[in-house]
């Protein structure tokens, strides 16, 4: 990845792609606006003028209630206009490709893409393919990242344990196909967290997972001993037809986020959950409804860093000259 | 050019200017950061009991789209409710009127208030808009590269003005 994509000449945020090439400064940048931007979600005008003027494009080509609906109302309320595509049903089904797609949004002056696409890979494409102006936001791409929710379970962390320079995180489940998983180690590696555990069946862990600075568990008891933060992640039900987990049943056995399990963590541990959550799954109820589960806060949490992340990016944005737009694609 | 200030006595005008304002449930505003500071001091002066407001204008400037956030924003802190209040609007220097244009601007996001003066430690020429200190602790007239800035002493807390010359 070339670093221009990430940052521009002046060094600030250009698009928001990976965590991967952050650096730490402006990770806690993020967090630090995105603190401010809690109080204005707090009162009886929670908008802000910042984006006045801006076009955002939520562009989904992957389904997503809750990342959408978050990016949606964070650009609502930095009062930019919002259009949300799902393209997997309109253009791309009449053949257009991908860039004609993004080739006629530009055309329409959109600012800002947010996008979320099931290939590894596309949000960095796209980027590649943007005029100077325009700017990108990762909602999601593949197995590769999604960068927002790092941020916010960063956020989230830091709002319960204030320090990342001393805590135990494990993070459990389908750590093979997460980019939640590696966008969040990757997080908490620049963070400075001395002690990262991935646990989970070894169908389910990436052979040379230790390279991204974690440790390995099979055994969900040693995992937790002693953390301060235990993220669980959704099983993808598709998984089953794989045979990479046995049974359901198995797998909550071996695997499900119970209270019995989570006495060997702190006893002020906190319990995270990107969403959606399969209950009796990967999670019991009784902890997912427990005052240790932070699983709510993460998505309030989530449209202030999403502000803040739109913001940064946004911002000086709009000096010098606009360039032409580029010119592809056709009538639809 | 060598001037000093004698920040205590602009306070004690400014302080003196403000008291016979007080009757209508007053509430004191202060912009950061070196608005808070000044608030801090007339606040302390008055005698006022409930706390200061703070606001960062940084989410309604109106060179966003040019320069960009500053990442240092910190939190606009209005624990109650500016609804039907008269609010003092406290910042250190009075310069474009830029920044409490922006400053109104946010109030506004947080109810409607009944009034709101301005009260600045410096008021200073190159007003950009028709926004003007209702109290002012003294009145200065600089030249287009002078800019002046308040300062505080994070050992005792004490404030200081320093004038500075851009090179031309």
Aim: aromatic content about 4%.
């Amino acid at each position: 990845m070339t670093d221009d994509l990430l940052y521009d000449e002046h060094g600030r945020l250009r698009h928001l792609l990976t965590i991967e090439g952050l650096k730490r400064q402006t990770i806690l940048d993020i967090l630090d606006t995105a603190q401010s931007f809690i109080a204005v979600g707090e009162r009886e005008i929670k908008k802000v003028p910042l984006l006045r003027g801006k076009t955002v494009v939520n562009l989904f080509f992957e389904a997503s209630t809750r990342t959408r609906t978050t990016f949606e109302i964070a650009a609502k309320r930095l009062s930019a206009d919002v259009i949300n595509l799902n393209p997997s049903v309109s253009s791309t089904k009449k053949g257009e490709t991908l860039l004609d797609t993004i080739g006629n949004l530009e055309a329409m002056h959109t600012d800002l893409f947010v996008v979320r696409h099931a290939n590894s890979g596309t949000a960095y494409m796209i980027a590649k393919h943007l005029p100077d102006h325009v700017r990108l936001v990762n909602a999601g791409d593949g197995r590769h990242a999604h960068p927002t929710q790092a941020l916010l379970d960063s956020f989230t962390i830091r709002q319960y344990k204030h320090d990342f320079t001393d805590l135990k995180v494990a993070i459990v489940g389908d750590i093979l196909h997460s980019r939640v998983a590696r966008s969040l180690i990757h997080a908490l590696n620049i963070l400075g967290v001395p002690d990262i555990r991935v646990i989970g069946p070894k169908t389910l862990l990436p052979v040379d997972v230790e390279r991204l600075g974690v440790s390995k568990h099979y055994d969900m008891y040693a995992g937790l001993d002693d953390v301060d933060v235990v993220v669980m992640l959704r099983l993808q039900r598709e998984r089953m037809q794989g045979a990479l987990i046995p049974s359901e049943q198995e797998y909550f056995n071996l695997y499900g986020l119970t209270e019995e399990k989570l006495a060997m963590a702190k006893s002020d541990a906190i319990v995270m959950h990107p969403g959606p959550m399969n209950r009796g799954l990967e999670i019991d109820s009784k902890v997912a409804d427990s005052d240790r589960s932070v699983i709510l806060p993460q998505v309030t949490n989530g449209i202030a860093v999403r502000m803040a992340v739109m913001a940064l990016i946004m911002g000086g944005q709009g000096q010098g000259n606009r360039p032409n737009v580029r010119s592809t694609g056709g009538e639809s | 050019m060598n001037t000093t200030f004698d920040i205590d006595s602009m306070l004690d005008t400014m302080a003196g200017a403000l008291r016979p304002r007080l009757d209508h449930n007053p509430l004191m505003i202060g912009i950061h950061t070196g608005g808070v500071w000044v608030a801090e001091q007339l606040h302390r002066r008055l005698g006022l009991t409930e706390p200061l407001g703070t606001l960062d204008i940084s989410f309604y400037r109106d060179d966003f789209s040019r320069i960009g956030m500053n990442p240092q924003v910190r939190t606009s802190d209005l624990s109650t409710s500016v609804e039907g209040r008269h609010i003092i609007l406290v910042d250190d220097v009075l310069h474009t009127g830029r920044t409490i244009r922006a400053a109104m601007n946010e109030i506004f996001d947080y109810g409607r208030p009944d009034a709101i003066i301005l009260a600045c430690l410096i008021e200073r020429n190159g007003h950009e808009l028709p926004i003007r200190a209702d109290v002012a602790g003294q009145s200065l007239t600089l030249r287009p590269n002078q800019h002046i800035k308040l300062v505080r002493n994070e050992k005792d807390g004490t404030l200081a003005l320093t004038l500075q010359e851009a090179n031309e």
